[in-house]
Structure formats: C-alpha cells, structure tokens
C-alpha cells in the first residue's frame, strides 16, 4: 500500500510536469502575445518589452518554464509583484493576484459545486439505477430508463436558464444561484447552491442510472449471486451485499473520474450559473491569455483528476480484494 | 410404501421468451432415498440444471412457469413462499455448483461465506460462525483452516475452491445435496479427492445426493440410480449397474459410445453422438431423440417421429423408446461391437 | 473615447452584447418611466458633440427631475475592472468606474438625449490654446480636493502625466506623453519619469495661479479632447503608492472606494470631500455603487429583468441584451420600459489588404459585393446596428453620411455591380482570402459573405483564425489575407483618432493598426493637414471630405456597422442611460426610485 502511493504519487508529479510543460508549449505556440493585452492600444515595441519584463515573460521559454517551476519549489521575485512565496504559482497577467490565491479562493466554489452535487445524482442515479435493475422489464424500469435518456440528452445551459426562470423567478420556489461560504452561512450556502446542484445532477444522475442499472443486471446475473440465494440469504441481503458489492467497482471508477472532472472545474455549469469556480477561471484565463492563471487551474484541475484516479484505484482495491496494489 | 425422501412428480418447467415457450423439463419424475445417490446425465440442455434450480426455487419467477410436484420430505416445494425456501435453502437442501471460481463470491473470505449460510439458519454469533466455517473447512480438507478461513477464494487454489463450496453447502448438514457438475473443471487427481469426499460425508451424514453430470464414468464412481436425460425428459432410468452395463435407449447407448473408457482399449476412436441436441422451443415430434437415432428407421410405422414414446418403469427400471426388447438386444450389441473394433 | 476591450473582446461582442430583432430605433419613452427624462428616449444616431463654455463648466450638474440622493446601485459585470490605476486605464469598461473615482482636466457633460459638450472638470473650462495650438493652458477650480480632505493641486494633476513614464504603466494611452515629447514612438526615452525628482520640462504649473500649462511639440487642436481620458486623470503627489495604486487609488470624483475583492465585488462609498459645486458633470445621487463581478452577461439579464431583491437595484455596468432575450426585452411593454440603447462607438467593417488586392476596381467590387443585409440579419437585424458606409462614425464632429457604393440602397449587395468591374478589371474569378475571428457569430456571416463573393465573380477562400490572437494575426503586414474582419473604435470624437491610426502611412507595421497597409501621399498629408485646423467644427467638415474621398478613389475597407447595443436594468432605477463615450450604463447619472 505504501509502495503503491509513493509510486503513483511520483507518477503523478511526472503527469503534471509534462502537462505544465505542454501548457507552456502551447500557450505560446499559438500566434498570440500575451503582453498585448496590458500593452496600450498603440502598442510601441518599447512598451511591449517593458511589459514583457513586468510581467517575467521577456526570457527564452525555457528558461521561463524553469523559471516558474523553481517558483513552485523555492518561490520567486518579480521586478514588477515582489516576492511570491513557495508554492509560487505566479501572478495573474489579468488581475495581477498571486495565481494560488486566487485559486484558493475559488476551489471552494467547485468544490461545493462538486460535492453537493455527486451527492444528489449519486443519490438518485444509484437509486433509480437500482430500483430499475430490480424492476427489469417492468414500467418503472422503462420509465426510469426512458427518463434517463431523455436527461441525458439535455443541456445544461438550456435546462439551467429554465430552471432559474421557473424555480427562482416564477414560482420563487428556490433561491438564485449565488456562492456564500459554508462557513459563513450554511443555510445560504446550501439554499444557493441547489439549483445548480439538481441541475448539475440531472446529468449526471441519467448516466448513474443507466449504469447502475446495467451493471446491477449483470451483477445479478454473476454465478455467485445465485449461489447466495442458494444459501438461502435473503433476497435483500443478495442484492445489497452480493450484486450491488460486485456492480460497485465500476461505478465507483466513473465517479472518480467524473469527480476529478468535475473538480477541475464544471466550466458550463458554472458560468450557466455565474458561479466563480475554476471552471469560469479556466475561462476567462484562456480568454484573457493569462498564462500563469492558467497554468495554475489546468495544474489543480489535472492533479484533481490524478489524485481521483490514485483514491479510486485505491478503493477498487478495497471493493474488490482480487485487486493488489503494488 | 413409505414417501421417498425426495419426489419429483411431473415437473414442468416452462420459460417464456420472446421468442415463445421454451419447455425446458417436460414431464420429469423421479424418487431419491436418503443416504442414496441419483446420478443425473445429460447433454447441456437436456434439463439437468434446470430441475435442480427447480427443486431450490431459484428459477427466475418472471419467465419461468413451474408444474408438478416436488415433495421434499413431505413438504410441496412448488407452492412454496419464497420465505419458506429460503429457510430450506443452504439449510435442508444446498447445492454446489459447478465453477467454484465464479459461484463463489470474489469480495468476501471464504470464512465469511461458509459462516452466513451458518449464521443465517442457526442465528449464531459471527464468532460462532466463524469456528464452524473452521472446522468445516478442516473437514473438507483444507490445510491450515484456522488461516485460509480468511482468504478470499481467488487465493485458493482450483481444488480448495470446489472444496470450500462443498464445505459451504454442508455447513448446515443439509439432508439434501444437489452437486450440479462438482468436478467438471477439476483435474482428474483433484475430482477422484472431491469425489471420495462427498461419498464420505455421505456416509457420515447419510445425505441424499443428486450429482449432475454430463461424465457417465462419474456416475459409475457415485451414483446408486442413473436418470438419463434428453430434451427436456427422461428417457431412461435404473440402477448405475443396470443403466451402464445394459442400456435401454439409444441414447444412453450413444452416451457410452460418447465416452472414453479408461479400461478398454486407448486406441479406440470416441464417437460423439452425430447432430445436436434439440431446439427446447420447437421440439422434434414424436421422440425427441429421432432424427439423431441411429435406428430410428428399424421401427416400423414412423412410430419415432410420429407417437411420443412413454416411460414405463418397473422398479426403478424403464426406458422411453419404440424398439422392442428384442431389437434392442440385436442392435446393440451390434453397436458395441462395432465399436471395439 | 475608448475602443471597448481590445483584441478579442471586440472579436466577441457582436456575439455576446450585440442587440438583435426589432426596430430598435423606439421612440417616446423607452428609456425611464414616470416623466423622468430619460437617454436612448429619442433615435440613437450617434453623439452630437459639442465644445462648451466656462459656464457650462462650472457645477454642479444640473439636476434629474424626479432624482433623489440616497439608496445603492448595483451594478452586474462579468468581470471585474482590470485597473483602477487611472494612468493604467484605457478599455472602456474600467472608465465606466473611473468616471465616479477619478476626474481628468475635462470631461464631457451629457444630457438626458445624450448630446455632449466637452466641458471642463478639474479646469474652470476647456483650455486656452495659443502658438498655433502647441500651448494649451488650463485653470483648476477651486474647491477640488482627495478623499482624504487634502487639497487637489496642479502638482497632482501634472503628476498624472508624469506617472505615465513609470516603467509599470505600460496599459494607458499614450497620445498627450508623444505631443509633450515629439519624439513620437520614444517618448519613453525623453523623460525618466516622476520618482527620481525631475519634472518634465515641457509641462508647466503655477500653483499661485493654479495654472498648468503644456507645452507641445507639435500642433494640436483637439488635445483637450485627449486630456478627458482617464489615462490623464491626477493622481495625489503625496499618496501615489506606485504599483499598488492600481489596486487602491485616491479619489477625486464624487465616490471612494470602501471594499474591493478582487473578482468578486467592489463596494463604492460617498467621497464627502468631493464638492458637487466643482463638478457640472456628475450627479451621484445614490448613497454608494456596489458591484458584483462574475455574472455572466445573460445570467445577468435575467436578474435585472426578474428585479427581485438588491437587482432591482441594478443595472448592467457594461453589456448589453444578449440576443437570446433582445425579442423578450422588446416586446414586453413594461419590460421595454427599463431598457434604453445607443450606438457603439467606431465601425465595424473590413479590411481590405491594398498590398495584395491591388487594384481599385476590384475592391470596389468588394464593396459593392458585400452582403450588409444578410451580415446584420445574422447579428440580429436592424436593432443590432446600422450599416456603414464610410471609415467615419457618426458620433465624430463633422460626421457627413455618404453613400458612394449605393449601400443603403442595395444593403444585399450588388453582384451585376460588382460582377462589372471585375470584368472590366479583367480580375474575374479572383482568389479573396477572407479572415475573421473562430467564434460563432462570425462562422455565421462566414457563409452569407462566402456566397456573395460567389455570386459576385470571386472565388472565396475562407480562413477562420484563432479568436483570442485574431488582431495579432491580422496585424502581420506580411499575412496572407485579402478581406480581414475588423473594428475601430476612436478615443474621443474627432476624425484625427479614426482616420490616422487606420489609414496613416506612418501607421503600417506588424501590431499596428493600418492593417490595410493603405499608403497614399494625399491621404497622409490630409491627416498633417486636418488636424491642425483649430477650429473642430471646421476640421470636421475637412475630414467629412478626406472620409468620402478616400471611399472613393482608395477603397480600402469595407464599412460594415455602426453596433447597437440595448440595456436593461432593475426596476426602482432611475435616470439610467448610454454613454455615449464608453458605450456603457452612464453610473453617476442614476438613482434609486422611491
């Protein structure tokens, strides 16, 4: 176990240097000049050096990709931001804010976006998925699998601009869309995320659905689930702990992934929502050409994703003891 | 006359598919004693499995439509809740299943599988359990119980596994045992072990068996009765000595003729039945068996494709087939002959 | 003036602000409700633009009937203000912010019909030119002070211009640092810049007298025109905190700011010090702004248009009506009440690369090719603009609409037209490498443009660019494309800012703006000549003449649009109108209803 984690940990510190590597590659491959942007609209190319220098963007690549990776481990100095501590990310081009700030300040944000809603399409795509299997060939499993189909098949920005106009603004059911930290105010923080949640969720919840469904039928399906109802174990002990232990793994391994996707930032849902998580940051860094900003979130974002794979291959492992870690 | 232990009275067992009416077991009947063994033989899909299923309940009720009679000890399975099977199941009759590998569950230890079939119809303590699935374990032969007990089944090894199940399927001295093809995936070492196992606990325990198998050499080690299956019937019944030595169906005959003999000659070639066997949702007419039957043109008037031959057993002893006494004697002995040379 | 953002976000705007549907041109009472007088009330062709007296000059603003002071405004935006640094602004939208934090020398006083005077705002009135235009003097008020209580001086104010040099400003304006220096380009090497001690020597104060006066290279008639922009704003010798006042800035407008999280919110209060006497451009009647960053445009329409809680309150600080809710907004009559529209400033239109097509009647044919109808269709129909016909605004003083390719009259285009002179050229059937930013809309007009071309007598070859590094790629003078996607927005209203930057011979140059690579003796030494012509109503007329004649006898762009844009906002706001300049809500004008 500990070998496993040491060896993917460093895996995965190679995963992100090749990514940064690539960012930084292709950020400049492309024929655009960061410095434009903080350089006037008559641009000389006297300000444009000055501004590259500002900036720390005026040496050769790789020198600046060293630059910024010795950042991460000792800090740097900027001619035109002071010091930045280790683990320096840097300084946004755009609003001039320490990178790891600013992506501090909004992981909470997708992280409760996430969070909450993985519980509710968990929840309910489990559940349904579930319920259909047991239903096979029924109405309620034709419906919960048509359902799914046809939620599956939505937009978010389409089906979260009709909810908010409904929900929020027609039937004052729910509150509007807005981030207010746990910690602040959890009451808020719970009433305005919900829409964004069950919006989010209808997603998601389709896919869990079908999956668990299918696998739930294939699981019950599996030699050993018929041996335990040979001996004579209940039929709700035989689905949760036989068929439902054995259509977990799978499950388990999407929503890992899903989660370190989503944790990376759930671009649409956020800007559908106005909900300034990594996502809308990836966005706008992408728009604004703020390289550092971006390095920053496709760095969180990809290491969400690494680390998910690392837990959910860790949690494989414990779902299903022919699994080893080495 | 007493009731058998076990008795099977025209079991019908019915799936609906999209297709149409699958009739899987059409009209099966047989009797078993305690302390006996009823070897069942068959090609795959000859009903053998589906009986069994049939006898725990554990045909899917959704498209499976059931028929008959099956008494269990006096107790009329067929009718019976499904809370009421499954304190019989694991408990009076258990069964152990042919690929150990995928019966048994992957994500729990062996202990723990043997132990809740204990737990579940005892109501004991997991620690209780835990030392029944021990010596459980120690009385099928497995090495170190107190350790392997928590090992998970794909730590054993293929013969440990086919023990642990059996161990599992005797945990709570069932006086029914239902081995569905127990040593088909075994090596031969490794079945001759199992083998000499269930004949021991056997004796100990005087369970009734019904071993299903498609090998007719297994019967011979272990059966007392031979029930031959095909198409969803039986064609011919009797004692292992009787059924093996002096067949009375072409079937039977073929299934023999099928089956490599470890003290004939090594150089004989094996000759598998010709054809396939038999669509259950469109069934040949008449006897199931015709249009594979070697003589099937040696009965006179169509008889084979056009009238259902009956099962008439006197003691024990019948087969379902048109040709007389007497044919079968020419003819088959005609048939062995040939084959030795 | 400025341009709204550069580079992309004009690239995007049609797409994300642009207004659609409709007869936008509404009469009556579109803007506000309740007999107050409201901009965007009357058709919206552009800012009439005037220069006022001493009297105009002096406050305080005349006031909104039906306004009161007190309440908060809040304004939505999808991002926040990239400076508040005002030597560091230049895009429009941080000028929205500006104009409530900081003043400039003069400033432009706009009515309730959205007619504008440039007035003055620190100085007593417009400024004094002398020699030929190259002295320009102006007198501070009195009365102007910080936020803090200390006392606005014509040190602060020169320190604005100086503060320019400062090695981290590097996003302002830079026309009054070229006029002061006349080394056009190296302005940076004539002076180090404020914090070693020296001055500049061509800028002189009186402090007595509170007289500046600026010293000029070269001729310049409209260089009070380019002190209103908030590049030249002043900045408090005694608290300039060098970089960091970008993030904290001193106020000298009528509001300061209490709280600012960056990309979240920014929370204004009243600056008691500012005097409403000093001031005949700003009415700040509301007791504090409050912003709320992060709301992306259509979610943001949707909170005004809904008007529940603190977005009644609101109005958007800088985009207007995407289409999805144009039709909406329209045609709710309670709806249409809240909205009020005006015209973007600039052109939109295309370039046409003179160095590779080459000869004049085969760009004419491109003009007359070009499918205007179809292209605003796209945008979202008449509400979404009106068609150019020139490189002209209509918002620049002398503005003179001509229509020499019969545009107006054949907005679909003229396939014979064009079709003719590509024959008598003897060009028919030939290549046209049309370039436009990769984004929707643009993907869109694509196909309208492609077809026209067709059926025109070219072959088009259509090359969709990167839209976030779209200007960088056009602005190669060595690229490949024959029509280039395009706009312009000028600095302030007069022709100098439009025609020299796009069409100077000195303005060709990877990065620079001349993407036409237009080089012609007459047209350069029109620019020398106009814009000396001191009187700007005279000069108007001058470059109304340049304007027409180089669409004739040149050619060099296809004029496209002059943008709409439509806005909505809560519904307890009051005296909400365009700004003509930043094409943005006009904050210090608003008040909350009772």
Known sequence: MFRFLVRRILGAAVI???????????????????????????????????????????DPLPVQYWEWLKGLFVGRDYSSFGHCNAPCLGYSFQSREPVLDTILDRFPTTISLSLGAAVVFLTFGVGTGMLAAVKQGKALDKIASSASLIASSMQIYVVGVFATYLLVDQLHLLDRASYTPFTDNPGKWFSGLLVPWLVLSLIFTANYTRMTRSQMVESLSQDYVRTARAKGLSSRTVFFRFAWRGAMGPIVTIFGLDLGVLLGGAIITESTFSLQGLGMLSVKAVQNNDLPMLLGVVLVAAGAIVVFNIIVDTVYALIDPRVRLA | MSTPFLSVRDLKVHFSTEDGIVKAVDGLSFDLEKGKTLGIVGESGSGKSVTNMAILGLHDPRNTALDGEILLDDKELISATEKELERLRGNKMSMIFQDALASLSPYHTIGTQIGET?????GCSKKEARTRAIEMLRRV???????????????????????????????????????????????????????????????EFGTAIIFITHDLGVIADIADDVLVMYGGRCVERGTKKEVLRAPQHPYTLGLLGSMPSLDGPVDVPLSPIPGSPPSLLNPPSGCRFHPRCTFADKVAGNRCSGERPLLEVVDGRGAACHLTPEQKRELFSDYAAARTH | MSFSRRNFLIATSVAAAGSTVLSACSSGDAGGSGGTPSAGATEYTGAKVTVGTAADSTGPAPEIPGAKKGGTIYGLAPDDFSHLDPQRIYYAYNSTVALLLHRCLTGYKIDASGKQKLVGDLATDTGKASDDNKTWTFTLKEGLKWEDGSELTVEDVRHGFERSWAPFITEGADYAQRALTGKGGDWRDAYEGPYKGKHLDSIVIDKAKRTITFKLAESKPDFNFTLAMHSYAAVPVKMDTKEKYDKKPVASGPYKIKAH???????????????????????????????????????GVDRLIASQGDDAYGVSIYKGVPAERIQKVLTDPELKKRTFNGLLTGTYFYWINTKRVTDLKVRQALIHAWPLQQIRQIYGGPSAGDFATSVLSPDIIGYEKTDVYNKLKKPQGDPAAAKKLLKEAGKLGQKIVYAFPNDPTYNKTKVVIENALKAAGFTPVIKPLESTAYYDQVQQIDNSYDVMWGGWSPDWPTAYTMIQPLLDGDAIGNGKNNVSQTDVDWINEGIKKNAVIPDQQEAGKAWAALDKRIMEEVAPMIPETYQRRFYVYGNKVGGAQFDPNFSATLLYKTFVKA
């Open chain 2, 141 to 203: 032969g497995i090495p170190q119980p107190d350790v392997r007990v928590d090992d998970y089944p794909h730590q054993f090894s293929g013969g440990m596994r086919q023990r642990a199940m059996i161990a599992m399927a005797l945990v709570c001295d069932p006086e029914l045992l239902i081995a569905d093809e127990p040593t088909t995936a075994l090596d031969v070492t490794v079945q001759a072990q199992i083998m000499d196992l269930l004949k021991d606990l056997q004796q």
């Open chain 1, 16 to 58: 992100l240097l090749i990514i940064s590597a690539l960012v930084f590659v292709l950020f400049y491959a492309a024929p655009r000049d960061p410095a434009r942007i903080a350089c006037g609209k008559v641009c000389t190319p006297e300000t444009l050096e000055l501004v590259r220098k500002n900036l720390a963007i005026s």
């Open chain 3, 261 to 299: 999280t960056t990309d979240k919110s920014m929370v204004l209060i009243r600056n008691k010090h500012w005097d409403p006497k000093t001031d005949s451009i700003r009415n700040a009647y509301p007791d504090g702004f409050e912003f709320r960053f992060g709301i992306e445009t259509l979610d």
């Open chain 2, 118 to 122: 204990y737990r579940k119809h005892t």
